[in-house]
């Protein structure tokens, strides 16, 4: 399985459009990050979990599920790299293959020393547009293909038909 392991507040400040967003409430960019990576999760497959480090949001050490989405607020004190280096050494085996989104240098230094591979904020929000246009691509030439009837109908029939399914008959 691929596991991608976000550092979310990195992410956040390396996104123009999520550093904005958190200019006027961080709560806001926290929440579009996570849509963009249930996006990302449903279209790819992979197991997806964002970390937050306790920076932000003060308290107890919290987990949560929003989509299909791992959400992990780290403890006070705690911040997302060793989490998010604890979660790639628990992580990483033979049937894992283990993802981390983060442009923190020293980092990316560390979790290739464990057996992670690194995708950079720039890489990840390129493979996140990517994503989009595909979807968007699919959608198009799912509306051109035009539903075809097996029984053979006049044409008032069909317009007929087509009254009553929308109910202005």
């Known amino acids: 399985m691929d596991v991608l392991v976000v550092d979310g507040y990195n992410i ?3 996104w123009d459009e999520l550093q904005r967003l958190k200019e006027r409430d961080m709560a806001q960019a926290r929440d579009r990050l996570i849509e963009s990576m249930a996006e990302y999760q449903a279209y790819s497959g992979y197991r997806v979990i964002v970390v937050f480090d306790a920076y932000y949001v003060h308290g107890i050490a919290n987990k949560l599920k929003a989509y299909k989405v791992e ?10 790299d060793e989490c998010i280096e604890k979660l790639v050494k628990n992580l990483k085996n033979v049937q894992n293959q283990v993802y981390v989104a983060t442009s923190d240098y020293a980092e990316q230094s560390t979790i290739f020393g464990r057996g992670a591979l690194r995708k950079s904020a720039r890489e990840l929000h390129i493979e996140l ?8 691509e699919r959608i198009e030439t799912h509306k ?5 009837s097996r029984i053979t109908l006049d044409k008032d029939i069909l317009e007929k038909f087509e009254k009553w399914r929308r109910g202005d008959a």
């Open 129 to 136: 547009r990517n994503i989009e246009k595909e979807i968007e």
């Open 12 to 14: 956040i400040g390396a």
């Open 71 to 80: 959400i992990i607020f780290t403890k006070e004190k705690e911040t997302a």
């Open 144 to 148: 051109k293909i035009q539903p075809q």
